[in-house]
C-alpha cells in the first residue's frame, strides 16, 4: 500500500485538496445561513437569487457535493487499475485549482448572467472529468 500512496501522490494530494475544498465551502454556507435574521436549520429562503451571499455559498457547496463523486469515481478506479500516475495527478490538480477558482468566482461575482466568469471554470473542469473517464475506460479496456 504505501507503493501506492508514494505512486499516486499528486493525485491523492489533489483529492485531499478537493475535500477541503468542499469542508471550507459547508462552513461557509452554514456560517452565512446562520446569519439570516429568519434562520431555519437546512432551508435556504427560495427567493434568494445571485444577489445573496448566502444563495451563491449554498449553491457553491451543492455544485460541488453534486460533481466531486463524478470525479472521484474515476480518479479511484484509476488508482485501482493502475492507470499513469502523472496523468491522474495533472489532471487531478487540474479539477482541483477549477473547483477553487469556481469558488472564489462564485462568491465574489453576484451575477445571474450566463455565461458567467465561474461558468467557464466549471466547463473546464467538466472537460477534465469527461477526459479522465474516457482515458481510464481505454486503460481499463486495453489491459485485458
Known amino acids: 500500500m504505501p507503493e501506492l500512496v508514494n505512486q499516486y501522490s499528486l493525485a ?3 483529492l485531499m485538496l478537493m475535500f477541503a475544498t468542499l469542508l471550507v465551502q ?3 454556507a452554514t456560517l452565512a445561513h446562520r446569519k439570516q435574521p429568519h ?3 437546512g432551508i435556504v429562503d427560495k427567493q434568494l437569487s445571485h444577489a445573496s451571499f448566502v444563495f451563491r455559498s449554498h ?3 451543492m455544485n460541488s457535493l453534486e460533481n466531486l463523486p463524478m ?3 474515476p ?6 487499475s493502475g492507470f499513469d500516475a502523472v496523468h491522474l495527478g495533472l489532471m487531478c490538480w487540474i ?3 477549477t473547483r477553487l477558482l469556481h469558488m472564489a468566482l462564485y462568491y465574489a461575482i453576484a451575477t445571474e448572467k450566463n455565461p458567467s466568469p465561474r461558468s467557464y471554470f466549471y466547463s473546464i473542469g467538466l472537460l477534465v472529468n469527461v477526459m479522465l473517464i474516457v482515458m481510464v475506460t481505454v486503460h ?3 489491459s485485458r
Do not use: D, E, K
Open 59 to 61: 449553491r457553491t457547496f
Open 12 to 14: 491523492l494530494q489533489a
Open 95 to 97: 479539477y482541483a485549482i
Open 26 to 28: 459547508s462552513l461557509v
Open 140 to 142: 481499463l479496456l486495453s
Open 75 to 80: 480518479v479511484l478506479v484509476g488508482l485501482l
Open 71 to 73: 470525479m472521484v469515481g
Open 39 to 41: 434562520y431555519i436549520p
